[in-house]
């Protein structure tokens, strides 16, 4: 018997539903850091009351540890050990793919939307007899899995007096070539809320996504939206040193060297353990900081030498590309002859 879209599916969405997609975290134990204020905020808005008419916006720049920290909330929402009550019922969790056009097959995943027991029976036909190997629907999958989570929501509503969740990881891979697809989501994020149907997070890791959501009038129903940041000083030095086990000192001055991001505290702490003297991590970082920004003031790039000799050699090697109209502070003979401008600008 062919199942259909109120159907087989429909059943299988809904108990997913019930159970909550619970993504992995991908991060052992051991290395994860308990920011426990900020998972406690994030478990707070996936678990709506029954009433709730706005949908959330979380940001923060990339490597801030924003994906971890979602999943961690999603997986623990609910739970109450205490009670044997297991986390994230009726959350579900979509990480937006880099590739568009996987963004149907992430739906359908992270809802169990299985799309070829929901094709009609007119199209299987005619892939049995004539031969045909696409219809319309399959150029909008994600749509017709929308249409399936917000069918699962309704029966999930009635049965347990609450509003479901759906998070979209990563949105701002959406923003630049698919922006429209953005909107849709928003529109309905909006109108669900309304209708109290399900309530939608939105994560992202560009400005540009929230001031996009922000100039729009569906803008109305958004909460004010939740910043996530880097790490306190306390909490980069102890994540070396608990969770690294890098030595209190050599913690320190990394921490001085990249700061909170714990993508940056993560990456230097990697090199630290692997044997790799602090001055040779210090200039791999201030590199990597100016092949990432293709500029770099001249203050910062003098730090990298023990003297201006050692500079100026660097620099005679015509790597770099100078702008004469900033004028910089006088400079030893040897040097401000090749050098007269403020910054230094990476040549590929």
């Not at 730090?303 to 702008?323: D, G, P, Q, R, T």
Request: charged share 30%.
């Amino acid at each position: 018997m062919l199942g259909t879209e109120t159907g087989v599916t429909n059943a299988s969405s809904t108990k997913l539903l019930k159970k909550g997609t619970r993504p992995g975290v991908g991060i052992s134990e051991d290395k994860l850091i308990p920011r426990l204020k900020v998972i406690e905020r994030l478990k707070k808005i996936l678990q709506p009351n029954e009433d709730q008419s706005f949908y959330h916006v979380v940001c923060g720049e990339h490597g801030t540890g924003k994906t971890t920290l979602t999943r961690i909330a999603s997986r623990e929402a609910g739970q109450d050990k205490d009670r044997g009550i297991q986390g994230g019922a009726g959350v579900i969790y979509v990480d937006i793919p880099p590739d568009f056009k996987d963004l149907g097959d992430a739906f359908g995943k992270a809802i169990n939307f299985a799309f070829e027991e929901n094709i009609s029976f007119t199209v299987q036909l005619g892939r049995k007899i004539l031969g045909t190997t696409k219809d319309k629907s399959e150029i909008s999958e994600w749509k017709r899995a929308m249409k399936a989570f917000k069918r699962a929501s309704a029966t999930y509503k009635a049965k347990h007096g609450k509003s479901p969740v759906i998070i979209y990881d990563n949105v701002s891979r959406l923003v630049h070539k698919n922006p429209e697809v953005l909107d849709i989501l928003q529109d309905d994020a909006k109108d669900n809320a309304d209708y109290q149907n399900y309530i939608a997070v939105f994560v992202s890791s560009e400005g540009s996504v929230p001031r996009r959501m922000e100039s729009r009038s569906a803008w109305s129903r958004a909460e004010n939206p939740i910043e996530i940041g880097d790490l306190s000083k306390e909490e980069s030095i102890n994540y070396l040193i608990d969770k690294r086990k890098v030595k209190k000192e050599e913690a320190e001055k990394l921490y001085e060297l990249v700061g909170g991001r714990i993508i940056d505290l993560r990456r230097v702490a990697n090199k630290s353990l692997a044997g790799q003297n602090f001055e040779v991590i210090k200039q791999k970082e201030s590199i990597k900081a100016l092949l990432d920004s293709k500029e770099l003031d001249f203050t910062a790039f003098m730090e990298l030498f023990n003297n201006y000799e050692e500079a100026s050699e660097v620099l005679e090697k015509n790597i770099f590309a100078y702008h004469p109209e900033k004028k910089h502070r006088e400079l030893p003979v040897s040097i401000s002859r090749i050098l007269y401008s403020g910054k230094v600008r990476y040549i590929h």
